[in-house]
């Protein structure tokens, strides 16, 4: 076990794109566990656009030089409660740092499927995998046959979307991506019937000639001119999905979408977001869709993996700028499989 414990602090608010000098690695010894808690070895972390809005001075925000938090999966290493045992594998929000001390509230444990990898629990299975199956089945209450369009299609909850919506039964799948090979890989590998680039010009132009025919929902992770123009296409009683803004956190002074706000009564249209925290009690349901298409093969988890925590910064960074495919999973060294 490394005897040196890294933590990552936020040194400064940044004023649109972060950059890497709003971070430092912060050394310390390992931290020891007080009665009633337990060290963890961090193995896998999870860096999430949601970080971005944390790192502004808002309620509820990151504390300038303190440790971050976000989802991980670790080994419970040294223990001093029988609540937890060490080797146990758990899941809990202590991220962004190589070890953490917890509590047996502060954790989730696991169930272990056959054939299931860990990282499958800050994807497919993990509030990633949550967000698109709640968006579909409780907000959207997607129906046998509708068509589907979903921004930023490429990332962890834009391919989960995709992936989820063609189980249960959508019609015409269309998403946008950031680049011609994210279009192509959506088609190719996630099961989407179109994919457009969205740098490619006006968005209600290349919307209208991927779904010519209009659509039935669209699943916001972008907002901006995609929302505007998803309104425009929508078909009477369409509804909209709000999932995230991701155009809009790094540039907080960029004009709202401008669109026929009478669509929304002359169409009888709905549009509602939602907090993926509201409905961690759905956590085991998605595990009964999920895993048996898991296992089957029908479903595959779209991650892009990085080595080494101290990448973790890089990853998060690369992720805001849309160089993932998937969910984008930080793996520490020792978890990489062998060559052999």
């Given at each position: 076990m490394n005897e040196i414990a890294l933590t990552v602090?936020?040194?400064?608010?940044?004023h649109?794109?972060?950059?890497?000098?709003?971070?430092?690695?912060?050394?310390?010894?390992?931290?020891?566990?007080?009665?009633?808690?337990?060290?963890?070895?961090?193995?896998y972390w999870?860096?999430?656009?949601?970080h971005r809005e944390l790192m502004d001075d808002?309620?509820?925000?990151?504390?300038?030089?303190?440790?971050?938090e976000g989802r991980t999966i670790g080994r419970i290493v040294a223990s001093r409660t029988p609540r937890l045992a060490e080797g146990e594998i758990v899941f809990h929000r202590q991220g962004w740092r190589t070890h953490a001390v917890v509590t047996p509230e502060e954790i989730r444990r696991l169930p272990r499927f056959d054939g299931v990898p860990l990282t499958a629990y800050l994807s497919i299975l993990g509030g990633t995998g949550l967000t698109a199956y709640v968006g579909l089945t409780r907000i959207a209450r997607l129906r046998e046959g509708e068509d589907l369009f979903v921004s930023a299609a490429a990332g962890g909850v834009g391919t989960a979307t995709g992936r989820f919506a063609r189980l249960l039964g959508a019609g015409?799948?269309?998403?946008?991506?950031?680049?011609?090979a994210k279009a192509d890989h959506l088609t190719r590998e996630v099961g989407y019937d179109?994919?457009?680039?969205?740098?490619?010009?006006?968005?209600?132009?290349?919307?209208?000639?991927?779904?010519?025919?209009?659509?039935d929902l669209f699943v916001d992770n972008v907002?901006?001119?995609?929302?505007?123009?998803a309104v425009g296409a929508l078909r009477e009683f369409g509804r909209v999905v709000r999932i995230g803004t991701i155009s809009q956190y790094n540039t907080p002074d960029a004009p709202p979408p401008r669109f026929n706000y009478a669509d929304i009564v002359e169409k009888s249209l709905r549009m509602e977001g939602f907090l993926v925290s509201n409905y961690r009690d759905l956590q085991d349901e998605l595990y009964q869709f999920a895993v048996p298409h898991l296992q089957s093969g029908r479903l595959a988890p779209d991650e892009t993996v990085v080595d080494g925590f101290e990448h973790i910064v890089d990853a998060f960074l690369r992720m805001l700028s849309g160089q993932n495919t998937g969910k984008i999973i930080v793996r520490d060294r020792a978890q990489v499989p062998s060559a052999h």
């Open positions: 602090h936020q040194t400064a608010r940044p649109g794109f972060p950059a890497a000098e709003h971070f430092t690695f912060v050394e310390s010894q390992l931290p020891d566990p007080a009665a009633g808690s337990a060290l963890v070895e961090n193995l999870s860096v999430d656009p949601y808002v309620p509820g925000g990151f504390a300038l030089d303190a440790p971050l015409r799948l269309v998403g946008s991506a950031g680049s011609a179109a994919a457009f680039n969205y740098h490619d010009g006006p968005a209600a132009e290349l919307l209208g000639k991927a779904a010519p025919d209009g659509i907002g901006g001119e995609q929302l505007a123009a």
